[in-house]
């Protein structure tokens, strides 16, 4: 575990003249945090306007981004074409970005009529089907001027109320299960509201009746033909999309980092402070590289710009408190090497670490591992999870699935150690031992003698298993209770050192010592009780004196905590013994998947396959591989919650405040513009 690295404060001024120049530079040099100025921090000074090229920039980078949008470009699938940095800014100034914009637009526009004819098309087609259930023609529903015409479908036969409406005639077709009635009314205008009351009570839907001439069947055959080429121009359009996105796919994912490069410096004086004449930058750089920033912009800036370190930013919180608003928080730059970066993730999942405590993604890079693979604990479903681990972490681009692979892979190798060393089993049957009445083992199943050093930790005399005994499960119970002791006790002290650096050592045993105290005590008080109670030993010598070393470094705790924590540092003790008994759903998850295997087992090679024909094997080959599955799914969810809960729940609470500000250096990020000897840009 490791501090975030030490950061300093600088400040650069320059000539307001230089201040796109200084942007540059600093772009380049890929280290200053910058600390963002507000309106009346300083008087005399303001927030800077963005540089001339920012407005363009912008413009374009939503042109770009409309346009890979409508061509379904994703630039974490695609695979691209390598484009040089030159290139891209050669292609972008001579107007590309727009000729390929308007190119989609219309093509995009071309697609959506297209879209709307074959909607429209389709809707026609289906009132032609209805109309041409009725005895009319497309002209003898329009042309008249004393009569309203009235067509649609209706929920029921309406004949006989139509029949009573004055002055009318219509037509209506037979009804059945699938359709409703189709219906029209041909009425005089002055009883055209007695009509429409009795359509109403049957639920009238009205539908507007296609221009034209002729049987309604005869246009539905023209309308058909119709959508059919349209259908078929809808197609071509969509194959010349697809090949638009094949040719300009690199273009636009480079353009679009690129611009959003120009657009992400053009927009930097908008959190600098600036005067009519010259600009002020506050920003924190990892201590370790002031002088090489100071070096860096001498270099490329000359002595026209100035450069002074402010503090030297220090771990105690008096410092903080006491700074200026704007710069009381000093970034955590995380200071992981290759196996702690890849726990950054979970970390970050609560919280970036304050730049005053340890980030405790090493911690959970230990102790998770080792509780997943406890809880599996079985080589037959750790093989596949160091495989698919192993494959995430070579193929995964997102953190969340990095974080799974990690899991997966580091899980998988302890669930080997375990599976192999400590309990003796793989798919639920033991290495060594005699087949009995509910399970085999693989000495009986494959009928050979395995090495002695196969005999599990758990499983007790040399082939015979107590996998499920009383006794197993107790000492399977009490080491879990000692692992989460220990586990506490760890993050009990890490707290207690994240205490001493904010507020020395004093207050840290106030706010942090004192509950190593306490947990230490209740841990020897409730060992001499259980043995008193549980085990019948007499209160008396070694015993005798653990009770009372208990009671004493108890209340020493206690005393320690209260000037923080009052009252309850009394009333938190019953949830300390809770923490502790947390941990033995590390016994009770990993018996739990033993219990599964053993049923399935037992189900599978002792029901099914012992009866000793054909089908039985088939089945119990079968109900063997859906069973283990299930468990190895199951593995995944319960062994994985459970291990990061205990990270988050028990452990992390007991030391960890986060609320840190992630460090953010300006700099240039090309994730998929691929770099050639041209490009000179520092990431």
């Known amino acids: 575990m490791s501090l975030p690295e030490s950061m300093s404060r600088i400040v650069i001024v320059g000539g307001k003249d230089r201040l796109e120049e200084t942007v540059n530079a600093l772009f380049k040099i890929g280290a200053v945090h910058l600390i963002d100025y507000t309106n009346d921090s300083d008087e005399g000074l303001s927030i800077g306007k963005p540089l001339d090229f920012s407005p363009q920039a912008s413009e374009r980078l939503l042109k770009v981004r409309s346009a890979a949008k409508d061509l379904g470009i994703n630039a974490a699938k695609a695979d691209f074409e390598p484009m040089s940095l030159d290139d891209i800014k050669a292609r972008i100034s001579a107007g590309e970005v727009e000729a390929v914009e308007r190119t989609v637009f219309d093509t995009i526009e071309e697609r959506n009529k297209i879209a709307q004819k074959i909607t429209e098309s389709e809707l026609k087609a289906k009132t032609l089907a209805d109309l041409s259930k009725l005895p009319l023609n497309l002209e003898d529903y329009s042309g008249y001027e004393s009569l309203t015409v009235m067509v649609g479908s209706v929920k029921e036969d309406c004949s006989e109320p139509l029949a009573q409406v004055p002055n009318s005639d219509f037509y209506i077709s037979a009804s059945d299960k699938k359709s409703r009635p189709i219906v029209a009314v041909f009425v005089a205008n002055a009883d055209k509201d007695k009509a429409s009351a009795v359509l109403s009570e049957h639920n009238f ?188 972490l070579k193929v995964a681009k997102s953190k969340e699935f990095q ?214 094997y088939i089945l119990g080959g079968v109900v063997f591989l859906i069973g283990h599955l299930m468990i190895w799914v199951l593995g995944i969810i319960s062994a994985g919650l459970h291990a990061l809960r205990l990270q988050y729940v028990e452990s992390m609470n007991k030391f960890f405040e986060g609320g840190g500000v992630e460090y953010a250096p300006l700099k240039t990020k090309f994730k998929h513009l691929i770099k050639t000897a041209k490009i000179q840009t520092e990431v």
């Not at 490069?261 to 990892?286: H, K, M, N």
């Not at 609560?350 to 405790?360: A, G, I, N, T």
């Not at 809880?375 to 999870?385: K, N, Q």
């Not at 003698?449 to 005999?455: Q, S, T």
Request: charged residues 15%; proline residues 4%; negative net charge.
């Open 205 to 392: 839907v009205e539908m507007e009746v296609p221009s034209g001439t002729g049987a309604p069947a005869d246009a539905k055959v023209q309308v058909e033909k119709d959508l059919e080429e349209a259908k078929a121009a809808l197609e071509a359009v969509n194959a010349k999309l697809a090949d638009m996105s094949e040719q300009h796919k690199s273009f636009l994912v480079a353009s679009d980092e690129e611009l959003s490069d120009e657009v992400s410096r053009g927009e930097t004086p908008l959190r600098v402070a600036t005067t009519d004449y010259s600009y002020v930058i506050d920003a924190w750089v990892p201590t370790a590289k002031v002088q090489k920033v100071e070096d860096d912009l001498k270099t490329m800036l000359g002595s026209g710009v100035y450069m002074e370190v402010q503090e030297n930013r220090g771990r105690n919180l008096h410092e903080e408190e006491h700074a200026e608003p704007r710069f009381k928080k000093a970034p955590s730059k995380w200071k992981n090497g290759k196996y702690g970066k890849h726990y950054e993730f979970p970390v970050s999942l609560v919280s970036v670490p304050r730049y005053q405590e340890l980030d405790p993604s090493i911690l959970i890079g230990i102790f998770l591992p080792i509780f997943f693979g406890f809880m599996i604990g079985d080589l037959g479903y750790a093989i596949p999870f160091i495989v698919l681990g192993a494959y995430g």
């Open 403 to 616: 974080a799974i692979a990690t899991v997966l892979f580091f899980g998988g190798i302890w669930a080997a150690i375990f599976g192999t060393f400590f309990f003796g089993e793989m798919l639920g049957m033991h290495f060594l031992g005699h087949a009995t009445d509910l399970q085999h083992t693989w000495e009986s199943l494959l009928g050979v003698a395995l090495p002695e050093w196969f005999n599990g930790v758990v499983i007790g005399d040399h082939g015979v298993s107590k996998i499920g005994t009383v006794d197993d499960i107790s000492f399977l119970l009490k080491l879990t209770v000692y692992i989460g002791i220990v586990h506490l006790l760890v993050s009990y002290f890490v707290g207690l050192y994240n205490s001493t650096i904010q507020h020395g050592f004093k207050d840290a045993m106030h706010h942090k010592g004192g509950w190593i105290f306490s947990l230490t005590g209740l841990v020897i008080l409730c060992y001499a009780i259980t043995q008193m109670l549980f085990s019948s030993v007499p209160l008396e010598g070694m015993l005798l004196y653990l009770l009372i070393a208990g009671v004493v470094l108890l209340v020493i705790g206690i005393v320690l905590c209260w000037p923080v924590d009052g009252i309850q540092s009394i009333l938190e003790l019953p949830g300390l013994v809770g923490n502790i008994l947390s941990y033995t759903r590390l016994a009770a998850i990993g018996m739990s998947k033993a219990g599964m295997a053993l049923a399935f087992n037992y189900i599978a090679l002792i029901m099914l396959a012992g009866s000793g024909d054909i089908l039985g």
